[in-house]
């Protein structure tokens, strides 16, 4: 019955179907690790055509169970271990900030 809502502090966007999440590295430690290392100013994290799917979906009314159904519908047995594949995706995507749930 969970319901995830994405961090509107990170940007994003579509492009033929594919989601790219724009991480901007700001902060003291990272001005310093661009300076010396190279670092970019904006991280892109490119999602597979699954999690391209379910992005637009996480929008804080769909439960995961909603959003599994979803997924079962367009992927069919790909998407398999359904529930075990989305608890771990949704459990990376709160871990890096990019999702809570309300």
Sequence with gaps: DRKPLRN???????DDGKVTLEIENKGVWNRLFQKILK???VT????????SFIWPL?????SI???GEAVENRFGDEAKPLYERLA?????LES???IYFG
């Design 88 to 92: 771990k995706y949704f459990q990376i």
């Design 39 to 41: 670092k970019p100013r």
């Design 8 to 14: 509107e502090k990170f940007s994003w966007s579509a």
């Design 44 to 51: 892109y994290v490119h999602l597979d055509e699954m999690g």
């Design 96 to 98: 890096y900030h990019f």
């Design 65 to 67: 169970l909603e959003i």
């Design 58 to 62: 996480i929008n804080g009314e769909k």
